[in-house]
């Protein structure tokens, strides 16, 4: 192993193993020793040293590979003497920042799962489920054709279903995991079609070869025909993994699943799996700009309308579950507006302060007994310290408090969204920050100031979850660092760094450029005030009384999209099962064997009386036999 | 040697055989059957020695040896099969034979 491409192919390689390794021993080791304490302790160590390891394996990559680089393992599907799909590893910016937020945050969550975990009879199973997670996880950003990011796109849906509903013991949480699954069931449906076009027009799903060849240029009205097909078929995947309208249904529901699967799977990693699917296809759709605009607009549609129906959610979970359906939205806002680098930064502060928030929440949850209700909360700063200083730094974060990180992301964002003068978008992106900070203070409010109106006695939850709480609030506070814009001093580091693959317009240096971006600052930061401050006196003193009038049970009701789901979709879909089950299977085919099978049966009723059991009538066929064979034999003659 | 034409023997043959057959349709009797079996296979030779006869070669003849051989044999068969039949049902009237019916 003396040439660097050896060694980088054996760390990604093992990078990529020790997840898949992991989740065979896990559910080897659960299936044999159950509930046993030593297992449990095996289980937790090993899993989170594995993800360590996998880590470390992405982060040496990080720093050894100069701009880009390709590792092949084998040859996987042969298409014909000129195409083929391999089994390798595309290591770029965009796949490297991205897999070093999956690993990184990924082991911080394995510890605190460990924790959060404790004592669960499935304790080995829901390891097994993460670590192949992982593994699918890493197979979507890391490889190098369409084939390998379908094959993880798909194994990350499987494992978020299995963790869903991991406690299937419960109706509830079983409905919830097939609702997520079937719904991106949709949207893979378009990532297919994607494909199929994808490889009609260029007859290869390489990644670097596609994009190679459209930069290329020189492509037929045909081929931009198919083009624009793969990026309508890209958007709708994009809409169904990372939960935007209309696909974005299944994550609210998707808090069924323990806490640690939610930070990970339903916050950080895999929803923003659309966001890099198409910064990863940026060129396919700077070709098409007009589906850019339409992108932009859902994302912006879709940061409004989930964050207004988060002011209503009394469940923890699902106030951050509609927060983390508006976030993507901004994501893609930024996406629509050519500003990938924007949406990729606002990804990695998101996985930071989600994920803390996400995991506070749990701690809360845990310290609560299981309560989710923040009606049933309050007052349990003094309880638990450490989680109320924690979330304090995420809610600021996200609020966009400035320096924390969310301050820095979504400024750029808003940056974008205002030069890109759309009113509506504009509209849209302001009035979302706004919201956004006033029903995370809300959250805030409501959980850990005023009266405790629970039931339980709180307290503090262990050292393996406040620690990772602690963590990662530091990294909330300082990620910012990695792009805080030049115009204020900043150096930029990841535009400079994912320039090399996306492409985003250069921001302008003029001293005018520098007072207009302190303006929108200064807006937006007072925007983020405005709104946890009105939280503040909202809920300063709750004591359960909540929006009266008539016009907020629209939003109390998440806009009855589900209902009209329901009544639309489910229901129709639902009786053509049933037209079809009663109707082509009961009746044609049921109907046609069933029919060969009794007239075979009337017939052989009539041919069994030729079977008497008397020899002699026997012989007399023989006989009568013979003599028509005579008798032939003679009129042939 | 008075010569007999071969229609003759032919004719001879097919009788003794239509006997056979017919008693083999109509007889109740187990062993009679039997009988008539021997009877057919009786017929049977007799054609097989006529035309050794008329081809003047020994093919006919030998193949008789091997029917003789054949009905020895499934004539001991058959009157085992008999005995045992006897013993179960106290008679052998073959239409009481009949547990293969359909």
Known sequence: ?637 | MMSVPISYLLFLSFGVFCFGACGFLIRKNALSLLICLELMLSGVNIAFVSFSRLHQNEAGNILYFLVITVAACESAVGLALILNFFRIKKNIRLEEANALEG
């Not at chain 1, 829901?126 to 890493?138: A, G, Q, R």
């Not at chain 1, 994550?251 to 659309?274: E, K, N, Q």
């Not at chain 1, 923890?316 to 930064?345: D, E, R």
């Open chain 1, 1 to 637: 192993m003396d040439n660097p491409t050896e060694i980088l192919s054996f760390v990604m390689g093992a990078a990529a193993l020790m997840p898949l390794l992991g989740a065979c021993l896990w559910f080897w080791i659960g299936k044999k020793f159950g509930n046993e304490k030593v297992a449990e302790k095996i289980v937790s160590v090993g899993a989170v040293s594995f993800m360590a390891v996998s880590f470390f394996c992405v982060l040496y990559t990080f720093l050894n590979v100069e701009g880009s680089a390709r590792v092949t393992f084998f040859e996987w599907i042969r298409f014909n003497s000129k195409s083929a799909v391999n089994f390798a590893f595309l290591l770029d910016p965009l796949s490297l920042t991205l897999g070093l937020v999956v690993t990184g945050i990924g082991t911080l969550i394995h510890l605190y799962a460990s924790g959060y975990m404790h004592g669960d009879p499935g304790f080995g199973r829901f390891f097994t489920y993460l670590n192949l997670f992982v593994f699918s996880m890493l197979m979507l950003t890391f490889s190098d054709s369409l084939v390998g990011v379908f094959l993880g796109w798909e194994g990350v849906g499987l494992c978020s279903y299995f963790l869903i509903s991991f406690w299937f013991s419960e109706e509830e949480n079983a409905n919830a995991g097939k609702k997520a699954f079937i719904v991106n069931r949709i949207g893979d449906l378009g990532f297919l079609i994607a494909m199929c076009a994808l490889f009609k027009v260029f007859g290869t799903l390489n990644i670097p070869e596609l994009l190679a060849a459209v930069q290329a240029g020189s492509l037929t009205p045909d081929q931009l025909f198919w083009i624009k097909i793969a990026c309508f078929g890209l958007v709708l995947g994009a809409t169904g993994k990372s939960a935007q309208i209309p696909l974005y249904v299944w994550l609210p529901d998707a808090m069924a699943g323990p806490t640690p699967v939610s930070a990970l799977i339903h916050a950080a990693t895999m929803v923003t799996a659309g966001v890099y699917l198409t910064c990863r296809m940026q060129p396919l759709f700077l070709l098409n700009l007009e589906i850019l605009e339409i992108l932009a607009f859902i994302g912006g549609l879709t940061a409004i309308f989930a964050a207004s129906i988060a002011i209503f959610q009394n469940d923890i979970k699902k106030v951050l579950a509609y927060s983390t359906i508006s976030q993507l939205g901004f994501m893609f806002l930024a996406v629509g507006l050519i500003a990938p680098v924007a949406a990729f930064f606002h990804l990695i502060t998101h996985a930071c302060f989600k994920a803390l928030l996400f995991l506070g929440a749990g701690s809360v949850i845990h310290g609560l007994h299981h309560e989710q209700d923040m009606r049933h909360m309050g007052g349990i700063r003094k309880k638990m310290p450490l989680t109320f200083w924690t979330v304090t730094i995420g809610v600021f974060a996200i609020a966009g408090i400035p320096p924390l990180s969310g301050f820095v992301s979504k400024d750029e964002i808003l940056h974008f969204t205002w030069h890109s003068h759309r009113w509506w978008l504009i509209m849209f992106a302001f009035t979302t920050a706004f919201l956004t900070s006033f029903y995370m203070g809300r959250l805030w409010v409501m959980t850990f100031f005023g009266k405790f109106r629970g039931h339980h006695e709180a307290h503090e939850s262990p050292v393996s979850m406040t620690a990772v709480l602690i963590v990662l609030a530091i990294l909330s506070a300082i990620a910012g660092a990695l792009n805080w814009p030049e115009l204020w001093g900043g150096s930029e580091r990841l535009n400079e760094y994912l320039r090399a693959v996306v492409s985003q317009a250069a921001g302008e240096h003029t001293e005018e450029a520098f007072y207009s971006s302190l303006k929108l600052a200064g807006i937006s930061s007072l925007v983020g005030i405005a709104g946890l401050t009105l939280a503040w006196f909202r809920y300063r003193n709750f004591a359960g009384e909540e929006f009266k009038a008539p016009i907020f049970r629209i939003f109390k009701n998440k806009y009855y999209i589900d209902e009209i789901y329901d009544f639309a979709v489910v229901q129709n879909l639902k009786r053509i099962g049933y037209a079809l089950w009663k109707g082509v299977d009961g009746f044609v085919i049921d109907g046609f064997l069933n029919g060969c099978a009794s007239v075979s049966t009337k017939a052989s009723l009539r041919f069994r009386r030729l079977q008497t059991g008397m020899t002699q009538q026997y012989a007399l066929w023989v006989w009568i036999g013979f003599l028509l064979l005579l008798f032939g034999a003679w009129s042939l003659r």
